[in-house]
């Protein structure tokens, strides 16, 4: 998956596939987190949001089937 480059403390890439939902976040650390039947909306919002992080911490983390696929030492 493609993933975009974000201004962030903490996140350093999004992915999103519009046809599947799926999103994928890459951090800072290098860890990457894939999650499942992500909503278009929930994507924007992550995008647009000011503390990305913070953000995904709060609405995407948890709220999502998923979780880490890697753990960025690969």
């Known amino acids: ?12 890439s ?4 519009g046809d599947t939902g ?4 890459e951090f800072l650390d ?9 909503p278009r909306i929930a994507h924007l919002a ?3 949001a000011r503390a990305k992080g913070l953000h995904f911490n ?3 983390r948890n709220k999502f089937p ?3 696929i890697a753990d960025g030492r690969e």
């Open 30 to 38: 290098g860890s990457v987190h894939r999650y499942h039947n992500v």
């Open 58 to 60: 709060s609405y995407i």
């Open 66 to 68: 998923g979780g880490k």
């Open 1 to 12: 998956m493609e993933r975009i480059y974000v201004m962030s403390s903490e996140i350093k």
């Open 22 to 25: 799926t999103l994928e976040v």
């Open 46 to 48: 992550l995008m647009t």
């Open 14 to 17: 999004v992915g999103y596939e």
